[in-house]
Each structure stands twice: as structure tokens, then as C-alpha cells.
């Protein structure tokens, strides 16, 4: 049970109506409708830094899917469990992401390994990130690719924190498909 | 546009109602906001709505409201509404129950100034008004009016009736009735039962979409909404389809979102339906 009452189509708020467009928008938008103000600039933000942009989608899901896994956000990863491999990434790819694995040599791609080194130090680390850590990254990305996937792992973690704090439901469809995958 | 380029231009309703309360010391049967004595207060602070007042002025707006539930429960009310009305002309609804002798006393600070207190009565005799609106209340308000008229303060009376349901004879009756306590032709109107809150549950009422009631900004201790007919509550929730912000202060925040919303209005929308 969510612990607020998530608001439908048919409640919609004024300012969020051509936003429901009629249906139901999934569980975030629900809580976040509570404040159509907050809503209308929250949105735009998470999809501008979880959606497609310039940075690879793959790259992107990863940075979700992993730092979803270390916040132990359910919501989150079974939402991007799905998303991600409808991105392409590979089974035991999403496995790894999700904490399932003792390591993650799955990744041998040597940008992807020092992605994955990144987010597991933003995502959960206290103070600074080693300068190791974020010399590796600078070897193979560009400033500007370095910035919005540190965006990416901040706007999932709020979301994380939000999903997890607000109990809130995955949709069947997800759990269904999850269940196809052998993730449930 | 700016909120006072579009009141000025009549895009815009001049006007701004507070919910000052929730609950009442009746419960009607087409209520809106399932007040009753023992409803959800949600009061909005006699400071919060004096604040609000003084930036509606500024910000271009030309008239203030006060509704509930019953407003005169506060027992500041008639200090708040003599601050208001120095503010802008305002009115306030009221269901006339609660004028007690000492009560009018109070009020006296608010002859001659631009307020008027509009009170309803549904029926023009008690069976089929109390019927509606609870014992006694035809009888406290009859007595009410005329003391008030007396007093310097202009009452304004409400009939709230389903749609097509007051006949010629009723209504001309009504009219003797409000014009004996004193209260002309012009401050009595008729208006419908709303499809929303209690009437919803008694399946009374006409059911509307926002473009049909006019867009005067409503602010409720819950955020604000588009009309006073927006705060609703079923079922002890409170509706949020008209919901506009959380955030009321500033007011420019609500005024505005209102604004854009009013442009975006298709062409030809005309809004019918009044609480006042
Ligand atoms: S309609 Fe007015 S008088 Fe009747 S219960 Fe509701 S708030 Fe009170």
C-alpha cells in the first residue's frame, strides 16, 4: 500500500490534465501530482536526466539500474530491470547491475568498468570519490558525458529515496514481464 | 498578459474567495463540502488571509469572498471581515444561523463599509427549506435579515434550488419574503445545486466542466483551486480535479498558473455558473 494516495486521471489537477492525457501515468507522477507545481518541474527534469539525450541510453540505464540496486529501491529496479534490457543489455549484464553478482567482470568494455566504478562510488560513498576513481572516468569520457551521468545517478537517487519512502507499487505488467525474464 | 491587465480586460474574474473553514453548524443535503459540525476544520488563519488580501489588491485583483463551511463560527470573523473590507469590497456567505444579538453588536463596525453578507434561503416557507438546510433554520433566518438590514449591513440572499425545480410562485414568493426584510431585487439571486460533494452522494445537482464556472481564484487552507466550487469533499476527501497549487503564498504563484490555464480556454467558453 502506498503511504499517500496516489491521484488518477480522474482526479487529475488542472495543470496536469494534458500530462495524464487521460490515463493513469504510473505511481511517481500519482504522488507527485499531490503538488501540481512541483510535478510540472519535477517531470521534465527526471525525463530530461533519466531519458534519451546524447549519452548512450545503455550508459544511462546503466548508471539507474545499478544505483537503484545499491539503494535497495524495489520500485526502481524492477522498472529499469525491464528498461534495460529493452535497451540491450544482456541478462547477466542487468544481474550484475543489480547486485546479484559478487563482482561485476561481466563488464569488460574498460569505459563501461570505470562507469560502473563511478556510480558505485557517487550512489553510496560518503565525502569524496577517490581521485582514482574519477581520473579512470576522465580517461574515457568528456566532461559534458561526466556531468549528466552524475545527473543521472542524482536524479535516480532522489527518485530512489522517493519510490522507497512512499511504498510504491510496481505496475503487474512489469511484474509480469519480470517474472518472464526469471527476475522474480 | 499580467493578472491585472486580464481582470481590467475581463479575461480574468476580479474576484478572490478564502475558504475560511470547514465545518458548520449545519449539514445540508447538497452540500459541497460535506460541512457538519464534526467536518475537518481546515481553518485558514484570520493572518494568512488578511496577508493574501493585500497582495490580491496589488496584484490587480478588485473583490474578495469569504465561504465554507460556516464562517461565522470563527470567532474573529467579524474583525477579519472589518479588516477585509478596507482591503476590498467583500462578501461573505453565511447560512444566517448564528446572529445572535450580541453577535450583530459586533458587527456594527461594518455598516457603511463595502461588505455584504449573503445568506441562503432554498425555499420560501420552513418545511421544504429546513428540509434541505435543518430545523429551525428558515425561522433563525427570517429573523436574522431584517436585524441585519437594520444594522446598516448589506445582505444579499442566496437560493440554491435543482436546476428547473423553483416555479414562478415560489420564486415570487421568495422575492415578497426578501423584499419585506428589506433586501432588494437586485441582491437576491438563484443559482443551481452543484453535482459535487454531498449532492454527488445524493445524486442532486447539475454536473459541469471547469470551462462553465468562472475562474475566481479560490484559496483553501489546502492550496488553491479554480472557483469556490473546486474545494470539494466525498467521502471526507477532498476532490482535486480543480486543484491548482499547494503554494498561496505568494499569490502571484496561483493567479498565475489561473492565467495560463484561462488563455488555454478554447474560444467561445463561456462561463455560467456562479456561486454569487
Ligand atoms: S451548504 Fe453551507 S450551510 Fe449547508 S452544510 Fe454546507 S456549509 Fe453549512
Known sequence: MPLVELIDHRSAPLLLRELFGGDDPGPIVGALAQVPELCLVTLPFVGAALGPSHVPLRWKEIAILRTSALLGCRYCVDAHTVVALDAGLAAEEVATLRCERPDTATFTDPVERALVAWIDEVATGRGPVPDHVGAELRRHLDDHTIVELTVTVGATLLLNRFATALCLPSSPATLQRLAAEGFR | ?276
Not at chain 2, 470563527?74 to 476590498?88: F, I
Not at chain 2, 420560501?124 to 428540509?131: K, L, M, Y
Not at chain 2, 415560489?170 to 449532492?199: K, Y
Request: aromatic residues 6%; contains cysteine.
Open chain 2, 1 to 276: 498578459m499580467s493578472v491585472a491587465e486580464a481582470v481590467q480586460a475581463g479575461t480574468l474574474p476580479g474576484r478572490v474567495w478564502f475558504y475560511s473553514n470547514y465545518h458548520c453548524n449545519l449539514a445540508c443535503t447538497y452540500c459541497l463540502t460535506e460541512s457538519a459540525p464534526s467536518a475537518r476544520r481546515r481553518v485558514l488563519a484570520p493572518a494568512t488571509i488578511i496577508e493574501l488580501a493585500g497582495q490580491a489588491r496589488r496584484l490587480g485583483f478588485t473583490d474578495l469572498g469569504i465561504t465554507g463551511g460556516e464562517p461565522f463560527l470563527l470567532p474573529s470573523l467579524p474583525e477579519l471581515l472589518t479588516e477585509l473590507a478596507q482591503v476590498l469590497p467583500t462578501v461573505v456567505l453565511s447560512n444566517g444561523t448564528l446572529f445572535t444579538e450580541a453577535r450583530i453588536a459586533r458587527l456594527a463596525p461594518l455598516a457603511g463599509l463595502p461588505l455584504a453578507i449573503q445568506i441562503s434561503l432554498d425555499a420560501p416557507d420552513p418545511e421544504r427549506n429546513d428540509e434541505l438546510r435543518g430545523p429551525e433554520n428558515f425561522a433563525k433566518v427570517a429573523a436574522a435579515v431584517p436585524q441585519l438590514v437594520r444594522a446598516g449591513i448589506r445582505v444579499r440572499v442566496a437560493t440554491t434550488v435543482e436546476p428547473d425545480r423553483l416555479d414562478e410562485a415560489d420564486h415570487a414568493r421568495l422575492c415578497e419574503l426578501h423584499r419585506s426584510w428589506g433586501v432588494p431585487d437586485e441582491d437576491h439571486l438563484v443559482r443551481p445545486v452543484i453535482r459535487r460533494g454531498r449532492a454527488d452522494e445524493s445524486g442532486m445537482g447539475v454536473v459541469f466542466d471547469h470551462s462553465q464556472i468562472p475562474a475566481e481564484l479560490t484559496i483553501t487552507a489546502d492550496g488553491s483551486f479554480w472557483s469556490p466550487f473546486g474545494p470539494t469533499v466525498r467521502q471526507g476527501r477532498l476532490d482535486t480535479d480543480l486543484l491548482l497549487t499547494r503554494t498561496v503564498d505568494p499569490l502571484s504563484r496561483p493567479a498565475e498558473a489561473l492565467l495560463a490555464l484561462v488563455g488555454g480556454l478554447p474560444a467561445g467558453a463561456d462561463a455560467q455558473i456562479g456561486i454569487r
